[in-house]
């Protein structure tokens, strides 16, 4: 994608709005909307289209939690949603992950790193920090089927699928995946989308919430790099 991305910001704070508005259109990116609660949030994205929400998660009214469910319950093409946090370990951001979010950032991130992950999400991806991310899922996954939103079967996965999926809640990335498993990225590309499509999952995000879910990674596992020899 070559288009110039665009993006509403929801924050209660007018500062951070104003902000980030400025910090993403030195970097050429279009700030088409801005919002300072989830309810005008979600009209604001249905008059706009933007390609990604930058999403406040804690607001008067209407959070932003309960503000991405409906966005991404809405017709048509769904942006992809990035939740905005003051704090790195927060139930809300995790439950906003579960509901579809595409990742989180916390609102110290840099001027460069804000610009790069609104082009990483809008291009597909997945923004997860991994050791943060880690935490955040160990601190507040859940293996009981009762209380799990992203409760998943795993028996239509194959053996390689499965490892794939593992290695994606450890936080590897693509290049490091295909270094493990001796493939192209491409390939790993493509295991990547299989698992996400029998998952019925949205993204990496949700795969490494299921990951955890399901139990086929337990917080008690420590992330390792495997490289061949």
């Given at each position: 994608?070559?288009?110039?991305?665009?993006?509403?910001?929801?924050?209660?704070?007018?500062?951070?709005?104003?902000?980030?508005?400025?910090?993403?259109?030195?970097?050429?990116?279009?700030?088409?909307?801005?919002?300072?609660?989830?309810?005008?949030?979600?009209?604001?994205?249905?008059?706009?289209?933007?390609?990604?929400?930058?999403?406040?998660?804690?607001m008067?009214?209407?959070?932003?939690?309960?503000a991405?469910?409906?966005?991404?319950?809405?017709?048509?093409?769904?942006?992809?949603?990035?939740?905005l946090?003051?704090?790195?370990l927060?139930?809300?951001v995790?439950?906003?992950?579960?509901?579809?979010?595409?990742?989180?950032?916390?609102?110290?991130?840099?001027?460069?790193?804000?610009?790069?992950?609104?082009?990483?999400?809008?291009?597909?991806?997945?923004?997860?920090?991994?050791?943060?991310?880690?935490?955040?899922?160990?601190?507040?996954?859940?293996?009981?089927?009762?209380?799990?939103?992203?409760?998943?079967?795993?028996?239509?996965?194959?053996?390689?699928?499965?490892?794939?999926?593992?290695?994606?809640?450890?936080?590897?990335?693509?290049?490091?995946?295909?270094?493990?498993?001796?493939?192209?990225?491409?390939?790993?590309?493509?295991?990547?989308?299989?698992?996400?499509?029998?998952?019925?999952?949205?993204?990496?995000?949700?795969?490494?919430?299921?990951?955890?879910?399901?139990?086929?990674?337990?917080?008690?596992?420590?992330?390792?790099?495997?490289?061949?020899?």
């Amino acid at each position: 994608m070559t288009e110039t991305p665009r993006v509403v910001i929801v924050d209660d704070q007018a500062l951070v709005r104003t902000g980030f508005r400025m910090i993403l259109a030195a970097d050429g990116i279009d700030v088409v909307g801005e919002a300072p609660d989830g309810d005008e949030a979600v009209a604001v994205v249905r008059r706009t289209r933007p390609d990604v929400v930058l999403m406040d998660v804690r607001m008067p009214g209407t959070d932003g939690l309960e503000a991405t469910r409906r966005i991404l319950r809405g017709e048509g093409p769904a942006p992809r949603i990035v939740i905005l946090t003051t704090y790195d370990l927060d139930r809300y951001v995790y439950a906003a992950l579960t509901a579809g979010a595409s990742g989180f950032l916390l609102k110290d991130v840099t001027p460069e790193h804000l610009a790069a992950a609104v082009r990483l999400v809008r291009a597909g991806d997945a923004l997860l920090a991994p050791a943060i991310t880690r935490r955040l899922v160990e601190r507040f996954a859940t293996a009981d089927e009762r209380a799990s939103t992203l409760h998943r079967d795993l028996s239509a996965l194959t053996p390689r699928e499965l490892e794939v999926l593992e290695a994606l809640a450890r936080g590897l990335s693509n290049a490091e995946l295909a270094v493990r498993f001796g493939v192209s990225e491409a390939t790993v590309k493509t295991h990547v989308a299989r698992v996400l499509g029998k998952l019925g999952l949205r993204d990496r995000a949700q795969a490494v919430i299921a990951a955890y879910e399901t139990g086929l990674v337990t917080p008690s596992a420590r992330p390792g790099r495997t490289c061949p020899a």
